[in-house]
């Protein structure tokens, strides 16, 4: 079992930045991917990024290319998204997932290849 804890969502005005976290329970040896995936108010979650544990190979969504940027800490078990010249179109529910199969590395995008979720934290972009 992994259990996910996000923090570092709030208010922020367009144009603005924000960093947000999320830490993992378990070692990461068991991790192959973690992902940030967002849903805006009445749509459908989305994919915003993943990062592939081993090696660090990085996919955004078309949206945030040039804007967000996902990293990782191995030894604090942690990964983080920086999102800079932020729009009113980012708010959202900000999720951050986990996966621990072979499927996260053939379809990174996609959140059934994820089988950890965290509860989410709250991005409002004023404009």
């Known amino acids: 079992q992994v259990q996910l804890d996000e923090s570092g969502g709030g208010l922020v005005q367009a144009g603005g930045s924000l960093r947000i976290s999320c830490a993992a329970s378990?070692?990461?040896?068991?991790?192959?991917?973690m992902g940030w995936f967002r849903q805006p108010p009445g749509k459908d979650r989305e994919h915003v990024a993943t990062i592939i544990w081993s090696g660090g190979t990085t996919y955004y969504a078309d949206s945030v290319k040039g804007r967000f940027t996902i990293s990782r800490d191995n030894a604090e078990n942690t990964m983080y998204l920086q999102m800079n010249s932020l729009k009113p179109e980012d708010t959202a529910v900000y999720f951050c997932a986990v996966g621990t199969g072979r499927t996260v590395l053939l379809t990174p995008d996609r959140a059934n290849a994820y089988n950890y979720w965290g509860r989410g934290t709250q991005v409002t972009v004023s404009s």
């Open positions: 378990r070692r990461t040896s068991s991790i192959n991917g």
